[in-house]
């Protein structure tokens, strides 16, 4: 810290601690050398967006998966039904999950690598055909899912603008490459790439692989503005589906929104198994039809795992909520050691 205070926050890049970051590398048996990090450049990149029926929703391009999450979102905004209870909710959530999934694992690449189809993909007509894949009954699966330590942030300051940040060593522990003395922990992203040169994410130079952060925002009609995220590989794009479905379809509060039973289709950190698993509290709540929730996902095909009631599995979500009249509202998850904070800098 003190060589950063120095030097400037690019020394990690381009100064003294760049040369011992480098050494330390290489010593590791990393090919990476003191010139990958000097013409290392952060990219302003454009958003994706899709328009929904209650306004507009953002997430990063490839190659993270933010499009698989603004397509659970814009899926279910087409299939969606007033009259649906939670059984029904979930199973068409789950259902666009697969949908999106598919999608993202064809298609996510280095965004120099995209195909001419990559335009298209958050189009009506394009949703649209997805929408009609989604019936009564569950969708065979799973799809192996790609192969960390994640976290979730978001703030909004009196002016009204708003951050929603994502980072990650991937994987518990990284790479597990600690650089001597500094402390510093190296990523392990480079396990997403692919030796196999005909795929997508074939390790190439100048490349970057298929990631899962995806920091989620939305515009709503109402005029509320909401920072949300969350930790969790594959769980990303279906907790952030079912915090914000629940926020918009089902009128809850933000906290409610995040607190209640959640659900997690494929693997996440500390798990390798792809199958469909649901809290606890959640699967034996009872539904409308005097049935639980879990019994009427089983009927249309499901097959349930059940985990402990507020499981980490289901990652760390937080979010932040700004009206349109400068007041905001911020909530962690109880899965976490986090806290949604309001107020001025100096109480906090």
């Known amino acids: 810290m003190e060589q950063l205070a120095q030097d400037g926050l690019q020394g990690a890049f381009r100064g003294r601690l760049a040369a011992r970051i480098a050494t330390a590398l290489m010593d590791a048996g990393s090919p990476i050398r003191l010139a990958d990090l000097q013409t290392y450049t952060a990219q302003e990149v454009k958003p994706l967006s899709v328009a929904t029926s209650f306004g507009n929703c953002y997430n990063l391009p490839a190659p993270t998966q933010g499009i698989a999450s603004l397509l659970i979102l814009a899926i279910y905004d087409r299939v969606f039904e007033p009259e649906w209870d939670e059984p029904q909710r979930i199973h068409a959530l789950i259902e666009a999950t697969k949908q999106a999934f598919i999608i993202r694992d064809r298609e996510v690449a280095d965004p120099h690598y995209l195909t001419g189809r990559w335009p298209s993909l958050l189009g009506d007509e394009h ?87 995806n920091p989620a925002f939305a515009e709503l009609k109402d005029g509320r503005r909401i920072s949300y995220g969350t930790m969790g590989g594959e769980g990303q794009p279906q907790t952030q589906a079912a915090l914000l479905t629940r926020c918009i379809y089902d009128g809850l509060p933000i906290d409610q929104a995040i607190s209640r039973g959640r659900w997690l289709l494929g693997r996440t950190w500390g798990d390798n198994n792809h199958d469909l698993k649901m809290e606890q509290d959640l699967l034996e709540q009872a539904s409308p039809a005097g049935l639980t929730i879990g019994a009427e996902l089983r009927a ?29 509202l911020a909530a962690s998850d109880p899965r976490s050691d986090g806290v949604g904070l309001v107020g001025e800098v100096g109480d906090l």
């Not at 979730?152 to 003395?181: A, H, L, N, R």
């Not at 599995?313 to 979010?319: E, P, Q, R, T, Y």
């Open 300 to 328: 249309r095909w499901h097959s349930l795992k059940a985990v402990p009631a507020r499981s980490e599995l289901m990652g760390h979500a937080g979010a932040i909520v700004s009206f349109a009249d400068g007041n905001a």
């Open 127 to 213: 949703i649209a055909q997805l929408a009609a894949q989604i019936t009564e009954q569950a969708l065979p699966w799973p799809h192996i899912a790609e192969p960390g330590d994640t976290v979730w942030m978001g703030c909004v300051d009196k002016d009204g603008t708003m951050v929603s940040f994502i980072q990650s060593i991937y994987w518990e522990f990284g790479s597990g490459v600690v650089i001597p003395v500094m402390g510093l922990v190296w990523n392990n992203r480079g396990v997403s790439f692919s030796l196999d040169p005909t795929h997508r994410n074939t390790l190439r130079p100048g490349c970057k692989p298929f990631h899962t952060l």
